[in-house]
């Protein structure tokens, strides 16, 4: 079955740091999404992206956010400079043209900023 | 804003049925998923109603009333691996993507 996948599964950084977090989203889907779940805390949309431009984004996604499809596969969320409280869980999710809304999960890349 | 308001947390027994209910308010609605999410890992996908009425999938039901703004999950046969956080989402709320609400943490007892 095919899959979202995510590399790396955990990183640990120096606050101020850039962080780069990658995924592969499902290769015949369009849509491609970023959310964070902070420990604890219910999972929050970051980014949409679709046909190679962002499509909408949340207040949480600012200028320290940027998201690239660098090549036909990959799809990556770069945060530029680290804070504490960008600590969190970050999936990446994706869903196909006219698809009734479900959407696939990556397993998820743990962020721990120190 | 959007309101999608669900339980924090709820004990059961082995073998028991329980009902976790979801009330939303939201600017747009295009769909009300259930998600499982156990400790550390990823939403997994579990219902998905558009329609009013009752979805059934093995051990677990959805149901929808959208004149009230209100979902419910049942779990029957609730079995250990069930303990988990169920997650209620809308479609559509704002845009085109899932908005969650907090989860409800489901700890089945023997």
């Known amino acids: 079955e095919p899959e979202v996948t995510q590399t790396p599964s955990h990183q640990v950084t120096q606050m101020g740091q850039e962080v780069i977090l990658r995924c592969v989203p499902i290769s015949n889907h369009l849509y491609f999404y970023w959310y964070r779940q902070i420990l604890g805390q219910k999972v929050e949309f970051l980014v949409s992206f679709y046909n190679n431009e962002i499509s909408e984004k949340s207040e949480i996604f600012d200028d320290q956010f940027s998201v690239e499809r660098p090549d036909g596969s990959n799809f990556t969320l770069k945060i530029r400079s680290t804070k504490l409280e960008d600590s969190a869980m970050y999936f990446c999710?994706?869903?196909?043209?006219?698809?009734?809304?479900?959407?696939?999960f990556g397993e998820g890349s743990r962020l721990t900023v120190l | 804003g959007q309101n999608i308001d669900q339980p924090t947390e709820m004990t059961a027994t082995e073998g028991a049925i329980v009902q976790i209910n979801c009330t939303y308010q939201t600017s747009g609605f295009n769909g009300l998923f259930w998600y499982q999410q156990h400790a550390g890992e990823a939403p997994t996908f579990l219902s998905y109603?558009?329609?009013?009425g009752l979805e059934e999938k093995g051990r677990f039901s959805s149901f929808l009333s959208r004149s009230k703004g209100y979902s419910y999950l049942l779990l029957k046969e609730l079995q250990m691996k069930d303990s988990a956080s169920y997650l209620c989402?809308?479609?559509?709320?704002?845009?085109?993507?899932?908005?969650f609400g907090g989860g409800t943490r489901v700890l089945v007892k023997p």
């Open positions: 109603n558009v329609l009013d």
């Open positions: 989402a809308v479609w559509g709320a704002a845009g085109n993507k899932l908005t």
């Open positions: 999710a994706s869903i196909g043209q006219g698809d009734t809304g479900e959407l696939f």
